[in-house]
DNA sequence: TCTGGGGTCCTAGGACCC
DNA sequence: TCTGGGGTCCTAGGACCC
């Protein structure tokens, strides 16, 4: 058996925690650069704010209806999701942290206890210690649990006197839930195949459950479509990734706060999202050997812009210097005067363990991982960006917007509030 | 004026090989 | 006029997730 445990609202939940006075009121979070709705309360849900959409369009309602608007705070919110897997980890050897607020936990032989009670345990555990509700889905594939805590979610949305735990340990009970759902609430349907379910009148997702295997194969895409159905029908085909696997990519790129034209100014930018996509590879104890830069306009310009070039390095790093060296290289050549650029960021591919790596004696520009060391304990110890490269700039006007941000109050002293007894 | 960021997996099709 | 068959590797693009 498999449990989802997910945080509701969760990046509202954590705002929450540091700021009684917003219970029950309505509160959202916003993206990166304060530029659209990520995250509602069930009271701004109410008032009919829908996910994903701009704040400048909605910023008079919300003033309005006198909505707690917040920044992103990852800082935050990281730092609370950790606190919560560790909470889970308790609760059971196998543990698939999943997302930043959902957490898989394998629940194979608790088959003698009263699995909802447990679910239950595991719920008013995590609120105690850390202060986020949660719902818990438990059931015998991941896209039934999956399917188990939607439904939770909006059982206990409607009535707080519920559980928020749902259990489908019985074809009957699975059955009957799926009823319940659209197939767009389905883990693993998206827009395209909703839309393409509609046209073939499958809009339920017990009529899902009971589409050919083969049709799935066809229209849902291929191999993926076919697990889908069998996952629906009670058959588990997707396991429990206890390790977490080393990341075939990474990505760091960042809309600016303002318009940019000028190279030196993308070349800051691209500087400081490059310091960090080599310092996350040193995190994960790998290198890359390959690097996509790219930079944009507006994407909802008459003419949009964009241009991108991959680079293979010389051999492969996780050197600070060496990636950002080569990324603005490569930024000056994509780059294009009399542009309103909007967006710069970098990619890493070709990404393999440190350990693996062939080292090449004679080399333009070395790697230096003793310096890297050092630069990262520093900035553990001090807080990100103590030390940095001088290519970062130090101005950083391009920097994206952030006006409503709580205080980072788990990760930086500096922004303990001080309370007077 | 203003529309996020960071990932995964799969398939199809082309290049190339014998 | 005829113009194989099967395999691998790589990449681009499209779908999905939160």
Redesign the pocket.
């Known amino acids: 058996m498999f449990g989802l445990v ?1 945080g509701n609202n ?1 990046y509202v939940s954590c705002e929450r925690v540091f700021n009684p006075a917003i219970e029950n009121k309505p509160v959202v979070v ?7 709705v ?1 995250a509602r309360s069930n009271e701004a849900k109410a008032l009919g704010i829908q ?7 909605i ?1 008079s309602l919300l003033e309005q209806h006198n909505v707690h608007v917040f920044s ?1 705070n990852y800082a935050l919110y990281g730092n609370m999701s950790q606190r919560m897997m560790d909470v889970l980890s308790a609760f059971t050897d196998e543990i698939e942290v ?5 957490c898989f936990v394998g629940l194979n032989g608790f088959d003698r206890w009263n699995l909802e009670e447990y679910g239950i345990k595991i719920r008013e555990t995590v609120l105690q210690h850390i202060g986020i509700p949660t719902c818990v889905g438990i059931a015998p594939t991941k896209t039934l649990s ?1 399917a188990a805590n ?1 439904l939770a979610k909006k059982l206990f949305r409607k009535d707080p006197s519920q559980s928020g735990v749902l259990l489908l340990d019985t074809e009957e009970k699975w059955k009957h839930a799926l009823s319940q759902l659209n197939v ?1 609430d ?11 379910l509609y046209s073939y009148n499958i809009t339920n997702a017990a009529d899902l459950a009971r589409v050919r295997p083969a049709w799935a ?1 066809k229209h ?8 889908l159905i069998a996952e629906l029908n009670g058959t588990s085909c997707i396991e429990m990734e206890l390790v977490p ?12 706060g303002k ?1 940019v034209t000028d190279l030196g100014e993308i070349s800051e930018a691209l500087s400081t ?1 490059a310091s ?2 080599a310092e ?1 590879l040193r995190e994960e104890g790998t290198v890359a050997a ?1 690097i996509s830069i790219f930079i944009q306009s ?4 008459e003419k949009p812009f964009s241009a991108g070039l ?1 680079i293979t390095l010389p051999s492969p790093s996780s050197d600070s210097r060496i990636i950002v060296y080569h990324a603005i290289e490569g930024l000056k050549k994509i780059y294009k005067p009399g542009i ?1 650029y ?2 710069t ?1 970098i ?3 070709g990404i393999i363990s440190a350990k693996n790596m062939q080292t090449q004696l004679f080399e333009e520009r070395p790697s230096n991982p003793a310096l890297m060391k050092t630069i990262d304990k520093i900035n553990k110890r001090w807080g990100p960006g103590t030390v940095h490269l001088a290519s970062d700039g130090t101005t950083q006007e391009w920097q ?1 917007l952030s006006t409503m941000r709580s205080k980072r109050f788990t990760t930086r002293w500096k922004e303990l509030p001080v309370v007077k007894v």
């Open positions: 997910d969760f916003l993206s990166n650069n304060d530029s659209s990520i996910m994903g959409v701009p704040y400048f369009q910023k992103s999943y997302s930043i607020d959902e999956k939607n767009a389905i883990w693993g349907i998206g827009h395209q195949y909703a839309k393409k194969k849902l895409g291929g191999v993926v479509g076919e697990r696997r080393a990341k075939q990519t990474i990505c760091v790129s960042r809309s600016f318009v999202y960090r996509a996350k390959v507006s994407r909802f310009k991959t309103e909007k967006k960021g990619v890493l591919n994206m």
